[in-house]
């Protein structure tokens, strides 16, 4: 039966969950508990199917490649917002200005634009910018780099 019901949830933030297994994999979170280790360097993971895809990273092993270019990725995920160069896909929209975007990362990053919000402040004069790229671009007037 394919349901919404999410019946297992985190007594920690409310979280639902459909299997009681993602539930335990969610509660390491807040547990900080990370049973799966790399082998190679020790690296802590809260499931098996992360540590699985760190191992790719001391093995050189790109299993996923593009159909278009060629170029082989570690992960699905990865491979997949690559894909968006070929097909020009922007699926995240500003609900401001309506500007899209292939990433949700890059749509957060120009939301900033439409805010007061200056989060990156000079040390030696305390004024603030939008970007980071315009307060390094900022700091040398102070130290005279070119």
Do not use: W
């Not at 802590?44 to 699985?52: E, H, K, M, Q, V």
């Not at 749509?107 to 989060?119: D, M, V, Y």
Request: charged share 25%; net charge positive.
């Amino acid at each position: 039966i394919h349901t919404n019901e999410r019946p297992f949830c985190c007594p920690d933030c409310g979280k639902g969950f459909r299997q009681r297994s993602y539930l335990v994999i969610h509660q390491r979170i807040h547990t900080g508990e990370r049973p799966f280790r790399c082998s190679d360097c020790g690296k802590g993971f809260r499931d098996s199917s992360a540590l699985i895809l760190h191992q790719h990273i001391h093995t050189g092993e790109k299993p996923y490649e593009c159909d278009q270019c060629k170029k082989r990725f570690l992960s699905i995920s990865t491979l997949v917002k690559h894909q968006m160069i070929h097909t020009g896909q922007k699926p995240y929209e500003c609900d401001v200005c309506k500007k899209r975007f292939q990433s949700s990362t890059t749509l957060r990053a120009h939301q900033i634009i439409h805010t007061e919000e200056r989060p990156f402040l000079c040390p030696d004069c305390g004024k603030g910018f939008k970007h980071n790229c315009h307060l390094i671009t900022h700091r040398r007037l102070h130290t005279g780099e070119r």
